[in-house]
């Protein structure tokens, strides 16, 4: 077996680990000069900003297991248990969420016909699996207008940068569709269903420890490409998959392109070919194959444009007592922003002493054209947002800016279609295999556990 692996992020960084501790042959082919993907941190004059996530949820054991792997579980820190509020502005006001279920009845948050509509959830029937719901359209008919838009649109645009209108329940937010297949109800499958989550050794995401590292998570994917370096092409911009006898080529316009000459143990052709990069790049890939086809489907998923802007204030110019996680946006409150990180509540030593650092993002399915403006706007735009809602007075001392054109897929309704897809062109061409946000979820832990999932995969076969 040899393994050509497309794309040097973190799926196919975990992907390539994996395979090295079984002793199976691959190549990693990175089109820039650097792996981690949208994983990068930065770190300047004593404050931290992320690229890409700022946080990683250990939903499984074998993340753990992962750090324990390359060796840096000393360097991982887990968020603050006294900065531990969540934040949603209502009215205006940044207001914290109830964190129980009794504080959920004795908080003011949320009005006392939202609270009753709870009662009433287990009664609700539970919809055809023929039919595809939006998630706005399930959370309305389970749960109530006013869950929808102050307890999951504002979720949905930290997760997603999404709009619960066109995101599809049944695959943006798969386990509470399964839980109301499955029971009828979700309050009686987050009860039922947590027994058996603790048979399978998960945790859900909302009870996940959340983590990092003494110098962001970058380390993470530092560690894995340090770990399988010897097996890494970097600028190698994949363009083409070619079929020849034995299995699979890989390589540019012109040329297929070999393993790093320094790894002797790999030689093309290669029996697999795991595609992880985005799914709109993958979009332009050409198929050289007897069985024909191609991948441009992949290139109508949708992927908005969105913003993370940095931001590091003296201290004495923030209001707000920053004892929490941040403060999300819901749409109906009309602000720029979709939410505010309070990054130096979340982690140590992501701010010098006497200063905060606060990660604002803009843009999403909400308002695309915010994220696309030239940074004075958007600095404009955020510092509106940070004077009304957590009372910021002066101007930041230092700042960070990362514009992504397309940033997160959309398991938008009818999304469907590009599962189904990818299932039948895998079965048609035996030996190509998605793996990526783009496929198994857009969280950073779903990423990291699809590059288990396709590990495995290939070692099964």
Not at 89 to 106: D, E, H, I, N, Y
Request: proline share 5%; hydrophobic share 40%.
């Amino acid at each position: 077996m040899n393994v050509a692996i497309i794309g040097g992020g973190i799926t196919g960084l975990v992907a390539a680990f994996e395979l090295k501790q079984r002793g199976v042959p691959f190549t990693v082919f990175e089109a820039g000069g650097r792996v981690g993907g949208v994983i990068q941190t930065i770190r300047e004059n004593g404050f931290l900003a992320e690229n890409g996530p700022n946080t990683l949820l250990e939903t499984s054991p074998k993340i753990a297991q992962l750090i324990r792997d390359l060796g840096i579980e000393s360097r991982r820190w887990y968020g603050s248990t006294t900065n531990n509020k969540r934040f949603i502005v209502r009215g205006g006001r940044v207001q914290a969420m109830p964190a129980s279920p009794l504080q959920f009845f004795t908080n003011p948050f949320f009005s006392w016909s939202a609270k009753l509509a709870l009662f009433k959830e287990p009664f609700i029937k539970r919809s055809s699996p023929d039919i595809e719901e939006s998630l706005a359209q399930f959370v309305k008919r389970r749960l109530g207008q006013e869950f929808l838009d102050y307890a999951i649109n504002p979720m949905v645009a930290g997760i997603y940068a999404g709009d619960p209108e066109r995101l599809s329940v049944k695959y943006s937010f798969a386990k509470l569709h399964a839980l109301e297949q499955k029971y009828g109800s979700l309050i009686k499958g987050q009860i039922w269903g947590a027994r058996e989550r603790k048979k399978r050794k998960e945790i859900a995401k909302d009870r996940a420890k959340m983590m990092s590292f003494d110098h962001g998570l970058q380390v993470l994917t530092d560690a894995l490409g340090a770990a399988v370096k010897e097996h890494i092409v970097f600028n190698a911009a994949i363009t083409r998959v070619g079929q020849v006898d034995g299995g699979w080529e890989v390589g540019g316009t012109a040329t297929f392109l070999s393993p790093n000459p320094g790894d002797k143990n790999v030689a093309p052709p290669f029996t697999r070919v795991l595609l992880t990069s985005p799914a709109h790049r993958l979009a332009a890939l050409k198929i050289d194959s007897a069985a024909g086809g191609d991948l441009k489907l992949l290139g109508e998923i949708t992927y908005p444009p969105v913003t993370s802007f940095t931001m590091g204030f003296r201290r004495e110019d923030v209001a707000h007592p920053l004892d929490g996680f941040g403060a999300l946006i819901p749409k109906v409150e009309k602000r720029n922003c979709l939410g505010t990180l309070f990054t130096s509540s979340l982690f140590a030593d992501r701010a010098p002493a006497g200063h905060v650092t606060l990660t604002s993002y803009i843009g999403g399915m909400r308002a695309p054209e915010f994220a696309l403006k030239p940074k004075d706007e958007i600095r404009k735009l955020i510092m509106a947002d940070l004077r009304a809602l957590l009372g910021v007075t002066g101007e930041p001392v230092w700042e960070h800016v990362k514009q992504w054109e397309k940033a997160i897929p959309q398991y938008e309704v009818g999304f469907g279609r590009f599962k189904d897809f990818m299932d039948e062109f895998e079965k048609m061409h035996g030996g190509i295999m998605f793996a990526g946000h783009y496929r198994d979820g857009i969280s950073l832990s779903d990423s990291i556990l699809a590059g288990f999932k396709v590990a495995d995969q290939v070692t099964a076969d």
